[in-house]
């Protein structure tokens, strides 16, 4: 069993950055494939980005490309989601989660594990 752990949301306003990280417990996560995903108010969940082994794949939404940026450290059991130039738009519960398989997937159907979620919220 793989016990996740979300921080460093807040409240921020427009075009700032923020630095999301997921802490992992009761496993190492260095096989895992591991995901970001969101969820607004209203709407349904959506992938956000996801990263295979260090180095390796990482995939990302359209809507974040360009601004966000996962990464993992297996050492720390943590991966990471960089967030730059914030928009209202990006405003949502962020979620991490981890499958069993390290190939990285889109489909949140795929993973095994989910955090809690932290809230981002950007202003205008």
């Known amino acids: 069993q793989v016990q996740l752990v979300e921080s460093g949301g807040g409240l921020v306003q427009a075009g700032d950055s923020l630095r999301l990280s997921c802490t992992a417990s009761?496993?190492?996560?260095?096989?895992?494939?591991m995901g970001w995903f969101r969820q607004a108010p209203g709407k349904e969940r959506e992938f956000v980005s996801n990263i295979g082994w260090i180095g390796g794949m990482s995939n990302y939404a359209d809507s974040v490309k360009g601004r966000f940026t996962i990464s993992r450290d297996n050492a720390k059991n943590t991966v990471y989601l960089q967030m730059n130039s914030l928009k209202p738009e990006d405003t949502a519960v962020y979620y991490c989660?981890?499958?069993?398989?390290?190939?990285?997937?889109?489909?949140?159907?795929?993973?095994?594990?989910w955090g809690q979620g932290t809230q981002v919220t950007v202003s205008s």
């Open positions: 989660a981890a499958r069993r398989e390290i190939a990285p997937r889109i489909n949140l159907n795929d993973y095994d594990f």
């Open positions: 009761g496993r190492t996560l260095s096989s895992y494939g």
